[in-house]
Antibody, heavy 121, light 106 residues
Framework: QVQLQESGPGLVKPSQTLSLICTVS??????????WSWIRQPAGKELEWIGRIYTSGRTNYNPSLKSRVTISVDTSKNQFSLKLSSVTAADTAVYFCARENPSHDTTIDSWGQGTLVTVSS | EIVMTQSPATLSVSLGERATLSCRAS??????LAWYQQRPGQGPRLLIYGASTRATGIPARFSGSGSGTEFTLTISSLQSEDFAVYYCQQYINWRTFGGGTKVEIK
């Protein structure tokens, strides 16, 4: 069974770039027709889909975040990553990496535990 | 953006009772609707996709119904492990989630 684990700094200064990595274990990130996604959840608020990447490198981003987001994949390390630029306090959230499975209508069938990122000086 | 609205925000239910959770979309999402369960400190778990198809390994006490803009998740007989927060999500137009319904012990 695939497992996902987020890693990265827990504290980022305003105006800087938030960078997170998701390590995939229990299966190859290149195997299967999966999308690899990032979702975030500010405290007490709903989940927000950030974007996703296909193993070919094709990406889709939430239009509201598109100008600041970059998602990339490193198949040699079985990892994918998130970069969010020009962060503000509004970007403080728990960030989840996840897998979208076309066999399940591309719904999210596997999630990481999540990692809290706080934006503060 | 399609806005998803869940009700109620909190549902108090006794063990063994039935729970009915609602989700409304601001425009039609056809059957492109999923339900997730989230326990404290964990990532969400897929329960239902296609509005009514149970995901792999999900017990039969979970069922989903609806299409268009109105959807329901029913838990037929609540078990202790079912007390959690439940989210609906549309995936016809990118992905947006509802605000969640917390199912708590009465």
């Amino acid at each position: 069974q695939v497992q996902l684990q987020e890693s990265g700094p827990g504290l980022v200064k305003p105006s800087q770039t938030l960078s997170l990595i998701c390590t995939v274990s229990g299966g190859s990130i290149s195997g299967g027709n999966y999308y690899w996604s990032w979702i975030r959840q500010p405290a007490g608020k709903e989940l927000e889909w950030i974007g996703r990447i296909y193993t070919s490198g094709r990406t889709n981003y939430n239009p509201s975040l598109k100008s600041r987001v970059t998602i990339s994949v490193d198949t040699s390390k079985n990892q994918f990553s998130l970069k969010l630029s020009s962060v503000t306090a509004a970007d403080t959230a728990v960030y989840f990496c996840a897998r979208e499975n076309p066999s399940h209508d591309t719904t999210i069938d596997s999630w990481g535990q999540g990692t809290l990122v706080t934006v503060s000086s | 953006e399609i806005v998803m609205t869940q009700s109620p925000a909190t549902l108090s239910v006794s063990l063994g009772e039935r729970a009915t959770l609602s989700c409304r979309a601001s425009q039609s999402v056809s059957s492109n609707l999923a339900w997730y369960q989230q326990r404290p400190g964990q990532g969400p778990r897929l329960l239902i996709y296609g509005a009514s198809t149970r995901a792999t390994g999900i017990p039969a006490r979970f069922s989903g119904s609806g299409s268009g803009t109105e959807f329901t998740l029913t838990i037929s007989s609540l078990q202790s492990e079912d007390f959690a927060v439940y989210y609906c999500q549309q995936y016809i137009n990118w992905r947006t989630f509802g605000g969640g319904t917390k199912v708590e012990i009465k």
